[in-house]
């Protein structure tokens, strides 16, 4: 099975901060790579699809990049509203679609 | 409004059963694929089996944790999708999730989730 690592497991920024966060494959899943952010007591929410789409409704200042086994998920300029945890999610060809362990992300 | 709503969670004592239930609105229930996804209390998230709609063979997969214990089926004809759970251990406790699959760009994605329903295993 394809295993998926994240880095940071948690950070903390500042509002206006640009953020980055990695995730990597066990593997090669080319662009099969999807990013979630989860409220606490909420369930989680598709942000970007294919590594790099964009899911309708989410601001723009979220984008994501790579393929193969590194991709990153970025935030350009960091809302109060952006606090979460993300979770990086393989969905290469036949399950299981893997997520990765998390990335809490505080604000300062 | 798409709406996913699960129910049947609760208490329950190890080798127990239980029964999972999602209601589904708002789609074409019978032509979506749909996942359950559990959480574990302060953990992250764990995919625990997919089923594909009628239409696309109704197949079914598990994750190597549940396979064998659990069940996931669906009634089309009532929108709804259920998770049997059999031989529970304490290591399910979690939140579950159902979500729908979406194909988007070429891929899948779990693009609608309902709140989850919350399952304690334990003595």
């Known amino acids: 099975d394809i295993q998926m690592t994240q880095s940071p497991s948690s950070l903390s920024a500042s509002v206006g901060d640009r953020v980055t966060i990695t995730c990597r494959a066990s593997?090669?899943?080319?662009?099969?790579l999807n990013w979630y952010q989860q409220k606490v007591g909420k369930p989680p929410k598709l942000l970007i699809y294919a590594a790099s789409r964009l899911q309708g409704g989410v601001p723009s200042r979220f984008s994501g990049s790579g393929s193969g086994t590194d991709f990153t998920l970025t935030i350009s300029s960091l809302q109060l509203e952006d606090f979460g945890t993300y979770y990086c999610?393989?969905?290469?060809?036949?399950?299981?679609?893997?997520f990765g362990p998390g990335t809490k992300l505080e604000i300062k | 409004e798409v709406q996913l709503v699960e129910s049947g969670g609760g208490l329950v004592k190890p080798g127990g059963s239980l029964r999972l239930s999602c209601a589904a609105s708002g789609f074409t229930f019978s032509n979506a694929w749909m996942t359950w996804v559990r959480q574990a209390p302060g953990k992250g998230l764990e995919w625990v089996g997919r089923i594909k709609s009628q239409s696309d063979g109704g197949t079914i997969d598990y994750a190597a944790p549940v396979k064998g214990r659990f069940t996931i089926s669906r009634d089309d004809s009532k929108n709804t999708l259920y998770l049997q759970m059999n031989s529970l251990k304490t290591e399910d406790t979690a939140v579950y999730y159902c979500t729908t699959v979406g194909f988007l760009a070429g891929t899948v994605a779990f693009d609608i989730w309902g709140q989850g329903t919350m399952v304690t295993v334990s003595s």
């Open positions: 593997q090669t899943i080319y662009s099969y």
């Open positions: 999610q393989q969905s290469d060809s036949t399950p299981p679609y893997t």
